[in-house]
């Protein structure tokens, strides 16, 4: 039974210049880490991601949600956490600060993830072991499938899991492999040319065979020429992905994508706002067939049906510390699989929790193993920090989602 | 010079039902208010609207924006306010927990509307008088048009009021013969059939020609129902809408609103979840020629470019405490003229700051004078209260944006 709860505020600053982009120009990285402690002492960690800034107002906002969870029993609560999930998000005084999205939604991803931490730890288990043996039914009820009705229903998500079901046991060999990585870290927006060319280097060393820079420069000339950079020093067999972190208004973005297309990026990201779906469905038209990646700052699942709907996302980067946590990120890669788009999460997280989703979606859902984002910076603050070799993430086996913060 | 600022959380408990609706079924009507004091002892007074639950959050967020206005000057401000709503609205870290949406940009609308307030009282006019004073260049410059260069750039937006500026004059008659407006109050959710009835009478023997009924019942037969009552009681000349806040999925609101076609309906209000566009062009289609209203949760202009760009809203509803303050109401406003959508906003502050809005609308972007919402269960609080006579809303006359509360 949950016994009490608590939310923390936790900021980490970042050095020379790490965690920068077009529009952060100097971030903090933050979490608003709901916890939730069992009767029997066992303790659920959740993350919300910020930048600092009013990381305080996701914390409250997550203790709102959590302290309507004080005295339920955790099996019980999951057994049936869908229900829980679409009656918090909707309480109805506090959903007009949404719906669905900004601080209150960040607030419920804390808890949401804590709910989850909590049930594989009480479980004994890694989260990716639990997701993967709950029955196809039993898994849905953990989702909030409302206002989804025209393209998924609670029984079509069902039929769905059944289908992949079989082939879950080969797919299991991913779990010896471990799940391929990418490294977000050669080209933050303020590293100089010098720097980035390093960096590259330093990444083929370990074993990456994909990475990403930042554009969205002022002076386009100067995108170009970083990208140029990257490719000529990893070469062509490298996927190199470009981000512009929304910095590009839609006139610039066709111009700009139009001009890097000579480096063969893998997927362009965030190329302008994140609301706007219709800019994103011109922009891919005018740039194939250079991919768009999407979603890092897409609030929910409505948004994300949208934007498959129209077909425009090569790639979606939900960030289960972005969209209300586990449960509805894991309807978003339902969606995605429905859709047949590939889901690489955006990690506020660091990857410490999205190792074990990535994986669920892989064995249990069928999705392509393409690899996932690594960001180093906070390694020495949590508990269980991931652990890449060679380019790849080594499965995680201590109980839980990874996500306790020393 | 603006030397002090505050924020204050204010909420109002409602009597008897008023205020509810098919998702919010006990709602407070709460304001975060944010005060900026002139160093001349002036003070500007903006609100943004919320529920009750959270609204300390909200608070907060428009704190952290007014402190940023501390020792500016009032004129030079606001000469140039659009890039500093751009600025505001980007700060680099605050804007990850938006972006443009949820609790940051409530705050960011009290800030907005505090500014215009303070704007207007140091200049000693309604704020209608002195939006209609300004020259297109001069209110173009308090907009923030980023992310809109697809479809309004700065040159289009100033000359789209330029080409409208020959008929303001005539349109002028307006101040004299008042804004009409329609009421929202005869049919809250908790009502039941005797006063709705009740309440239609009255609405009729007090001047109003327009009135909304809430909808959206578990038993779609309550719905069709209570329509009857309503068209029954006032007859077919009489203008009646219906608002299902939200409550339907796709599949339901095609089904019911096509069995409340034949009271025909002015408009369906909020069908389905407010982030849902596709949705909405699905059901435009599929109920044509009920149209639709929508905007009271669309956070925005981005959103709404996707909804005009989508041709599936007969009506915007975008609310000045809902978007980012007066500046980005007008911008909307500029949007919807341009896709030729009438502007009816949401008026989350009981109209008090709309009436000068709608004026604006009509008189210097030419948009119809159509009807403004009227909800009158706060007008102890105001210190200058709208005035509505015989269904008309009685123009304003005081300094400012009406929105002192007592």
Redesign the interface.
Known sequence: MIKSIEAADRRYDLKNGAGSDA??????YAYAVAKLTDDDGTTGAGLAF?????N???C??AA?YAGRLKGQDVETLMHGFGNTFRALS?????????????????GLAAVTNACFDLWAKKRGVPLWKLLISLSPEELVNTLDL??L??VLTREEAIALLQKEAPGAAAREAILQSGYPGYDTSVGWFNYDDAQVRENCKKALAEGFVAMKLKVGSADPLRDIRRANIVRDTVGEQVKVMLDAN?QW????AISICNELKHMHPYWVEEP????????HV?LAKAIAPVKLALGE?V??R??F??YL??GCAGFIQADAVRVGGVSEFITISLLCRKFGVPVVPHVGDMGQLHQHLVLFNHIAMGHDALFLEHIPHLKEHFLHPVRIENGVYVTPQEPGSSCDLK
């Open positions: 529009v952060h120009t100097n971030p903090q910020t930048l600092g800034e009013g305080d107002l996701v409250k906002a709102f909707n309480e109805q005084q506090f959903r007009w600060l949404g719906p669905h999205k900004g601080v209150v939604h960040l409302s206002y009705e025209d929304q208004t839609l006139p610039q302008t706002h994140p609301d706007d779906v219709l800019a011109t700052h609030p929910n409505v948004v049906k949208n709907q129209t």
